[in-house]
């Protein structure tokens, strides 16, 4: 499971700085995708921060 958390908390962090890059977008949702998320690799990010754990 922190696998998961890690791979989205990472790609959710470079593709909110990025939002227009083609590939990062692509990533995201493909990485939605994967876990049958497509609906929400579609939604809008709001601006929020992102809290790194610190283990």
């Keep these: ?3 998961w958390h890690d ?3 990472n790609l959710a962090e ?3 700085a990025n939002p227009e ?3 990062l977008q692509e990533a995201w949702t493909n990485l ?3 876990v ?3 609906g929400v690799a579609q ?3 709001v601006s929020s921060e992102l809290v790194v ?3």
Excluded: V
């Design 21 to 23: 890059d083609d590939s």
């Design 1 to 3: 499971q922190e696998i």
């Design 36 to 38: 049958g998320l497509a």
């Design 14 to 16: 470079l593709y909110f």
């Design 7 to 9: 791979a989205i908390a």
């Design 32 to 34: 939605l995708e994967s």
């Design 43 to 45: 939604k809008p990010f």
């Design 53 to 55: 754990s610190e283990d």
